[in-house]
C-alpha cells in the first residue's frame, strides 16, 4: 500500500517497499540529493531530516513509518533565494568546506536554536554530538553558531 | 607585501557556500536518475590466494543484470615507478577487498545481488600482514613476479617485498658515532594506519560517447584519472575525458585512480551511463590510508647540542601494491631528514610489499609520522644532553644557509623566528605537573618542516568582452576553497578586475591543459603560477591594444577597478570592456596561457639515490605547541591548548587559513589520540564503519590558537605558500611528547588511545618490536 506523506510542504505518495530507508527513498526515487548518505548507520548526522519538526536521521527510517508525517528536508528549508539566518552565518564566517555534512549541520543546528536561543559554547558543542565533519574540526561552526545571539560568552 | 595586499582582494567569501548549505551541489555521487545503471564490484574475501575458477553464469542470468566484467578486460598494470597492480585480481588474489569482477545492473540492489552470486573458488595461499612477516628471510613474496613489472621511474632499488628502496648518505655517519665526545641516541617508533573517511566516498559516472570514456569523477587529481585508466583499458589517452564536479572530501585519498576504469568498460559495455559509487564499508576496507610505518633512528649528539651524526631506516607498509608509497619513499629525507642542521646522515626507506589493503596518500604524507618519530627522538636527545628542548631546536633547526638531508641550501631564517615568536607570546612556564584534579599534565612544543609540491600546471585566461574572465584549469575544488578564493583572487589581482568577476571553469581534461592534481599544498602555488602566467599574456595584448586606443605607450598603463588608466591619471584611461571590443576588431578576443612546473631546486649530487624529489623547492615550517591533562587511571588523553605558529608566505585567505589550521589539526588530533585500524588474521581491516573507527567529534576539539608567520621566500604567486596541507604535521609530535612529558614514559606508538596510554602508565608496555629493522644501518640497505 502507498505511503502518503507530505515532503517540503507539498502531498506527495511513495508505492515502493516501505522497509526502504527514508534516506533512499528522498535521493533515488524523489531525487533530493541534499539529503546526504555517509555512514548509514545514524553517526554522523549528514541524511538528518525533519520527522513533524523533529531532527532524525533518515538512514534508519524506514519509509513505511512515515504515514501521515510531515518530512522537511535542507530543500525545504527557508526561502530558495534567500538563506536562513543559521545559513547566512556559515556562510559569513567562512566555515563551509567540502560541504557534505553541512545539509545536516544546517538542520541540527536550527533546530537547536528554536529551544536554545541563548546557548554556551558547551551547549553547541553538545547539540552537535549526532553531527560529524571530517573537514573543519568544529570550532569555526560553532563561532559562527555563537555570533547568532547575544549571549554571555557573545559573538566572536 | 603590503602593497601586494593592497592589489588583492582579500578574505574573499566562497561562491560554493550558498549551494552546499542549501544542499543544492550535485556531487558525484548525486548523480543519478533512471536512465543510470548501477555498478557494484565483486571483491575477494581473503588475502591471499590463487584463484581456481569463476563462474558469472548464475550472475548474469539474475534480474537486471546487463554486463559483468573482470581481468580480461583490464590488462594493464599501473602504479607509481612500478606498474604492479591490475584493477582486477587475474590469477592472484593479493589483499582482502581485491576486485574480482564489477557487474552493472538496473538498480544497486540488483548489482549487489548479482556479485555476490558469482562462483570464486581460490586456493588459499600463505599470507604477509606486517613488514616483519615480510622481511622475514623465508617470506612468501606477495609478487613473485617483482623482477618482471615494468618501471615508470628509475633509480629505485628493488627486491622480494621491497617494493622500492630510496637512500641518503651525506657525510661520514660512522666516523660521528664513534667520536668519543658524543651522546648516542637511539629510539623506535611505530604507528598505525589512518583513514581519510572523506564524506563522500569514492564514486564516478561513465558514459561511452562518440568513441570516448566520459569519466564524471570525485578525484583529486582528473588527468591522473585519464593517465590510468588509459594504460588499464589499453585505449590512447586521448580516449579518455575526465569531468570533476565538487568534490566532498579529498584529503590525499583521491589524489590516485579508484573506481573510474571499471564504470568507464561497464560504460562500454552496455552503452549505457553507469554510476558506481563506494558503499562506506567497501570505502573504509579498501582506504588507501595513511601508511603504518616502523621507524629506528640514532643520532649523535655533542654535550652542546651539535647534532654530528643522524642514521635512520623507515619502513612504510604500501599493502600490496607500490602505489604512491613508491613515490612517498622520497618525503623522508626532507620530513625525517628535515628540520634540523645534520654534520652526517644516512637515512635509507622501504616500501614494503604486504598481503593488506592498499595504502595511499594521506595530508602532509609520510611527514606526520616521521615528525613524531623525529620530535620524540630530539626530546630524548634533550633528555640524555640534558638541554632545554626549545634551546636545542633553536640551536639546530634549518636557517639561511644552512644545508639539509641531501645537501639543498636552504634560504631564509624561518624556523627560529617562529619559535621565538610562539615562545613569547606563550611562555613556557613547566613542562609537567599534576593538575589539581589529579590528572598528568604535559606540554611540549615541536617543529615541523614540508614541502609544497610543485609540478606541472597549465591555465589558459579569456577575458570576456563584459569585462569578465575565464579561468580554465584542471584544478578541483575539494572542499579547500584553493579554486573559489586564492584562484579568482589571483587572476583579479593580475588583470585589475574584482575575483567576482573570475568565472573558474570546473575540471575537465577536454578543456584544461595537464594538470599533476590538487594535494601537496599545489593547488594555490602551481595552478595559480600558471594563471599568473596566463595572465600575463592577456595583459601585454591588452595593454598594447589600450596603449593605441589612448595614445599612449603601454608601460605607462595600470590595471585597476576593472579600468585600464594612464599611471598616476585616474579617469584619464577607458574601462576594460572597451579596450576588449576594440581588441575584437584589431587583434581578437584577449586570451592568453601559461604553464609553471618544478623549478628544478639541487641537491648536492651523489646524496640522494632512488628519490622522485632531490631537493624540495618551497619548505614549508611549521611550529605547534600543545598542553594535555592525562588520566592517570585510565590513560585518556584532554587536550588543554594547542597554539602553532605556520610559515604561509603571504595569506591571502587568512579566515580560509583559519578553518584549514583549525580542521587539519582536528584530523591530527584524531590521527594522535583515537583512529586505529587494526587488520584481523584474514587480512581485512577490523574498522569498517563509524561505529569502530573514532573520528574526532565536537566536544573532543579545542580552539586552535594561531600566528601566521609571513615573509618567508617563496616562489609561488604574490608570494603564497599552500596552508591546507600543513596543518595536520606536527600534531602527533607535539601530542606524544607532551604526553610524554605528562606522564614521565616514553611514548613509542600511535594512537595514543586510552588503553594504551593506561599500559604506558602501568609499565606493562614495552618498546615496539623493531627486530626487522637492523641497529646497524647498513644492514637494512638491499
Known amino acids: ?156 | 607585501m603590503s602593497s601586494v595586499k593592497d592589489s588583492v582582494v582579500m578574505n574573499l567569501p566562497r561562491r560554493d557556500a550558498r549551494d552546499k548549505l542549501q544542499g543544492r551541489t550535485k556531487y558525484t555521487v548525486d548523480v543519478g536518475g533512471v536512465e543510470v545503471l548501477h555498478a557494484a564490484l565483486l571483491r575477494a574475501e581473503v588475502a591471499s590466494a590463487r584463484i581456481k575458477r569463476v563462474d558469472i553464469s548464475a550472475a548474469l542470468a539474475m534480474p537486471g543484470v546487463q554486463a559483468i566484467v573482470s581481468a580480461s578486460d583490464a590488462p594493464g598494470l599501473h602504479g607509481m615507478g612500478v606498474a604492479d597492480h591490475p584493477i582486477f585480481a587475474a590469477n592472484t588474489v593479493r589483499y582482502h577487498g581485491e576486485p574480482i569482477a564489477a557487474i552493472a545492473a538496473d538498480t544497486l540492489a540488483q548489482a549487489r545481488a548479482a556479485a555476490a552470486a558469482i562462483v570464486v573458488e581460490y586456493d588459499r595461499l600463505p599470507a604477509v600482514l606486517t613488514m616483519a612477516d615480510a622481511l622475514a628471510s623465508d617470506a612468501p613474496l606477495v609478487h613473485p613476479e617483482w623482477r618482471d613489472y615494468e618501471i615508470l621511474f628509475d633509480g629505485g632499488v628493488r627486491g622480494g617485498n621491497v617494493a622500492w628502496q630510496a637512500t641518503v648518505v651525506r657525510g661520514d655517519t660512522d666516523a660521528a658515532f664513534a667520536r668519543d665526545d658524543v651522546t648516542i641516541v637511539e629510539g623506535v617508533y611505530q604507528v598505525g594506519r589512518q583513514n581519510h573517511v572523506p564524506f563522500e566516498p569514492r564514486a564516478v559516472t561513465a558514459t561511452y560517447e562518440d568513441g570516448r570514456y566520459h569519466i564524471h569523477t570525485s578525484t583529486q587529481a582528473p588527468w591522473t584519472v585519464k593517465h590510468v585508466t588509459a594504460r588499464v583499458l589499453g585505449v590512447p589517452e586521448s580516449a579518455v575525458h575526465v569531468t570533476v564536479p565538487a568534490v566532498g572530501g579529498g584529503f590525499g585519498l583521491k589524489f590516485d585512480c579508484s573506481l573510474e576504469p571499471y564504470a568507464a568498460i561497464l560504460a562500454r559495455k552496455t552503452g549505457r551511463t553507469v554510476s558506481q559509487v563506494n558503499s562506506r564499508k567497501e570505502e573504509m576496507m579498501t582506504c588507501l590510508c595513511r601508511e603504518n610505518a616502523d621507524i629506528r633512528i640514532r643520532s649523535a649528539v655533542t654535550q652542546d647540542g651539535e647534532i654530528v651524526g643522524r642514521e635512520a631506516t623507515v619502513l612504510m607498509d604500501c599493502g600490496a601494491y607500490g602505489g604512491e608509497q613508491v613515490f612517498l619513499t622520497t618525503m623522508t629525507a626532507h620530513t625525517l631528514g628535515g628540520n634540523y642542521k645534520l654534520g652526517s646522515v644516512r637515512l635509507c626507506t622501504k616500501a614494503v610489499y604486504t598481503n593488506t589493503p592498499p595504502n595511499g596518500a594521506f595530508r602532509a604524507c609520510n611527514g606526520v609520522y616521521n615528525t613524531f618519530a623525529l620530535e620524540r627522538h630530539t626530546d630524548e636527545i634533550c633528555a640524555a644532553i640534558d638541554m632545554d628542548p626549545i634551546a636545542f631546536r633553536h640551536r639546530n633547526v634549518v636557517g639561511d644557509g644552512d644545508i639539509g638531508a641531501t645537501g639543498q641550501v636552504f634560504q631564509g631564517n624561518v624556523l627560529a623566528p617562529m619559535l621565538d615568536q610562539l615562545t613569547a607570546k606563550y611562555p613556557v612556564k613547566r613542562r609537567s605537573g599534576t593538575l589539581p584534579d589529579g590528572r598528568l599534565y604535559g606540554r611540549a612544543t615541536t617543529v615541523g618542516t614540508w614541502f609544497i609540491f610543485v609540478g606541472p600546471s597549465a591555465a589558459t585566461v579569456n577575458l570576456n568582452a563584459d569585462g569578465s574572465a575565464t579561468l580554465v584549469t584542471a584544478g578541483v575544488e575539494i572542499g579547500s576553497g584553493t579554486m573559489m578564493q586564492s584562484l579568482p583572487q589571483i587572476v583579479a589581482a593580475n588583470l585589475g578586475i574584482h575575483p567576482d568577476k573570475v568565472i573558474v571553469k570546473t575540471a575537465d581534461t577536454d578543456a584544461a591543459g595537464r594538470d599533476l592534481g590538487v594535494g601537496g599544498g599545489r593547488t594555490t602555488v602551481s595552478i595559480g603560477a600558471a594563471s599568473e602566467a596566463a595572465c600575463a599574456q592577456v595583459r601585454e595584448k591588452l595593454l598594447g591594444v589600450a596603449a593605441e586606443l589612448l595614445q599612449t605607450s603601454a608601460d605607462k598603463l595600470v590595471l585597476s577597478g576593472g579600468r585600464v588608466e594612464i599611471r598616476g591619471r585616474p579617469g584619464s584611461g577607458t574601462t576594460i570592456e572597451k579596450i576588449v571590443q576594440q581588441a575584437e576588431v584589431s587583434i581578437g578576443p584577449l586570451s592568453g596561457s601559461g604553464a609553471f612546473t618544478a623549478p628544478g631546486e639541487r641537491s648536492m649530487p651523489g646524496c640522494a639515490a632512488g628519490h622522485f624529489i632531490d631537493a624540495i623547492d618551497i619548505p614549508v615550517f611549521a611550529v605547534h605547541d600543545c598542553e594535555v591533562a592525562v588520566d592517570p587511571v585510565t590513560g585518556h588523553v584532554e587536550i588543554l591548548s594547542y597554539r602553532l605558529v605556520q610559515d604561509v608566505g603571504l595569506a591571502l585567505n587568512p579566515r580560509a587559513i583559519h578553518g584549514q589550521i583549525q580542521g587539519g589539526v582536528v584530523q591530527g588530533i584524531g590521527y594522535a589520540l583515537s583512529e586505529e585500524i587494526t587488520i584481523d588474521a584474514n587480512g581485512a581491516f577490523d574498522q569498517t564503519g563509524f561505529e569502530t573507527y573514532r573520528l574526532p567529534l565536537a566536544g573532543d576539539v579545542v580552539q586552535i590558537e594561531f600566528d601566521l608567520y609571513e615573509g618567508a621566500p617563496s616562489i609561488g604567486p604574490l608570494g603564497t605558500k599552500g596552508a591546507g596541507e600543513v596543518p595536520i604535521l606536527n600534531v602527533a609530535a607535539a601530542i606524544g611528547c607532551a604526553v610524554t612529558n605528562a606522564t614521565g614514559k616514553s611514548v613509542t606508538t600511535l594512537p595514543m588511545t586510552p588503553p594504551r596510554i593506561a599500559a604506558l602508565l602501568d609499565g606493562r608496555t614495552c618498546l615496539p618490536e623493531m627486530d626487522h629493522i637492523d641497529p646497524h644501518w647498513l644492514a637494512n640497505l638491499l
Open chain 1, 1 to 156: 500500500m502507498p505511503v502518503t506523506f507530505t515532503l517540503n510542504g507539498q502531498q506527495r505518495q511513495f508505492s515502493g517497499d516501505p522497509r526502504a530507508s527514508l534516506l533512499d527513498a528522498l535521493r533515488r526515487d524523489f531525487r533530493l540529493t541534499g539529503t546526504k548518505d555517509v555512514c548509514g548507520e545514524g553517526f554522523c548526522g549528514a541524511c538528518l531530516v525533519y520527522i513533524d519538526g523533529v531532527p532524525k536521521v533518515s538512514c534508519l527510517l524506514p519509509i513505511g513509518a512515515l504515514e501521515g508525517s510531515k518530512v522537511t528536508t535542507i530543500e525545504g528549508v527557508g526561502a530558495r533565494e534567500t538563506l536562513t539566518p543559521v545559513q547566512q552565518a556559515f556562510e559569513d564566517f567562512d566555515v563551509v568546506q567540502c560541504g557534505m555534512c553541512f545539509p545536516g549541520m544546517v538542520l541540527t543546528v536550527t533546530h537547536f536554536l528554536q529551544t536554545n536561543p541563548r546557548p554556551s559554547r558547551d551547549d553547541v558543542k553538545s547539540a552537535l554530538v549526532g553531527n560529524i565533519c571530517r573537514c573543519t574540526g568544529y570550532e569555526r561552526i560553532i563561532d559562527a553558531v555563537m555570533s547568532l545571539h547575544n549571549s554571555a560568552e557573545g559573538p566572536e
